[in-house]
């Protein structure tokens, strides 16, 4: 089962509600050029070293926070990693409330101007299939819902949510639909009626194709194993399916990266799965977790990513997960950032013309029995030294949670942040 993850705060901004706090803090030094060393760094390759020129990354980026505040510290992100462009955002809608779910007015907006400012970047957003999505409703009302949403009767908000997109012009944004869907955390789980789950996905995606000018490309992103579910139970079939994606972290405690790689439902069967659908690989999800600071698994993940070339992976980059937000992963962090520090990342594939829309979906069977799954031979981990202390968070920003604020760098010596007040909140 995946991680609880911090839920995504909404937040609105109405003229009669709207409380500036601004703080300004000099950072010490001289401000910060691309790709230039602050204190307490980890070590990054010397510029006097001339290896062989690695490939392209795989396009990359990094969950940073569901709000603008995941956009601020996104440039932030890529000056830390020597310059190397984040070309993936990613966000969460709040599933608590449907209109939430519909996307917001002002919840999206930042996310769509980074998205349209230039047109090799890809905006990832995780679309929960249910209102209350983390509120431990019982199998039978899971069900009962499920069966509700199959008959249609949740269409409207996801075609809203659909025109909305539109209406910001990221038509082709990567719509991540009921993620770990296999588990047992969300109320749009699969396990309760895996039929009636895959019919509801069939309805929401058809619907969503049927708005005009949209070029969605729907992922289908199970958590990591068998968990509650096998997750081939729950796949919804190739013509509603265009990524299959995987959550991947690093647990349960003691189980190493090849056996990651080996279980039923893993990250090889995930592979072989999608090679034989004709479908692109994702990593939506993935990071450190239940065994601390593993500088190997870092390696090897980054390892397999460059193998595999997926069309896009994003680090969970908060404590306990990450490496840049987080100073209790010192080692792995030094990992992550010699790996991707002043790289090329590759183009991402553009997204299909638009579809012609469908009639009402009907169910289709799907195989249970999963593919043979083959290791891939990885190579061996080289040893990390440790780097001379923990990465830090951008000088003068506070590295809390500060969902309720956005934070922005002007020039690199000035941090501005903004509290937005709401007397609804």
């Not at 409207?156 to 209406?167: D, K, P, S, Y």
């Not at 405690?253 to 893993?266: N, S, W």
């Not at 593919?371 to 001379?388: D, I, K």
Request: aromatic share 10%.
């Amino acid at each position: 089962m995946a991680p609880q993850r911090r839920r995504p705060r909404p937040w609105r901004l109405t003229m009669a509600a709207v409380a500036f706090t601004v703080s300004v803090a000099l950072a010490t030094g001289s401000g910060f050029a691309a790709g230039a060393s602050r204190a307490g760094d980890p070590p990054v390759p010397s510029a006097t070293v001339s290896p062989p020129a690695p490939k392209a990354l795989p396009p990359f980026g990094a969950f940073l926070d569901s709000g603008p505040m995941g956009i601020a510290r996104m440039a932030e992100l890529s000056r830390w990693l020597g310059g190397t462009e984040l070309k993936v955002a990613h966000t969460y809608l709040p599933g608590d409330r449907w209109r939430d779910i519909e996307g917001e007015p002002g919840f999206l907006d930042a996310w769509a101007y980074w998205r349209r400012e230039k047109p090799d970047r890809t905006l990832v957003l995780n679309v929960p299939m249910q209102e209350r999505n983390e509120d431990n409703l019982p199998d039978p009302e899971v069900s009962a819902l499920l069966r509700q949403g199959a008959a249609g009767q949740f269409d409207g908000h996801f075609r809203a949510l659909a025109r909305r997109l539109v209406q910001l012009r990221v038509p082709d944004t990567v719509i991540v639909l009921g993620w770990e869907m296999n588990g047992i955390t969300y109320t749009h789980r699969c396990g309760p009626d895996p039929q009636a789950w895959k019919t509801y996905w069939r309805r929401i995606v058809t619907t969503m194709r049927s708005v005009p000018g949209q070029r969605f490309r729907f992922d289908f992103a199970p958590s990591r194993g068998r968990d509650a579910v096998p997750w081939t139970e729950c796949y919804p079939g190739d013509d509603m399916v265009d990524i299959v994606g995987m959550d991947s972290y690093d647990q349960p405690a003691g189980v190493t990266f090849d056996e990651q790689v080996t279980e039923p439902y893993g990250l090889q069967q995930q592979v072989d799965f999608a090679k034989a659908h004709g479908k692109p690989l994702s990593y939506p999800e993935w990071g450190l977790f239940r065994n601390g600071d593993n500088a190997d698994y870092m390696r090897r993940m980054l390892d397999w990513i460059d193998a595999h070339r997926p069309l896009y992976n994003t680090l969970t980059d908060y404590c306990p997960h990450g490496v840049w937000q987080c100073s209790a992963n010192p080692r792995s962090s030094q990992v992550y950032r010699s790996a991707l520090y002043g790289r090329l990342t590759d183009q991402p594939s553009p997204a299909p013309a638009p579809e012609t829309p469908t009639s009402t979906p009907t169910p289709t069977s799907t195989p249970t029995t999963a593919p043979t799954a083959t290791p891939t031979p990885v190579a061996p981990a080289t040893p990390v030294p440790a780097p001379e202390s923990v990465p830090r968070h951008p000088a003068g920003c506070s590295p809390l949670d500060l969902s309720d604020w956005v934070e922005y760098w002007i020039g690199g010596r000035l941090c501005v942040r903004l509290a937005w007040w709401s007397p609804t909140r």
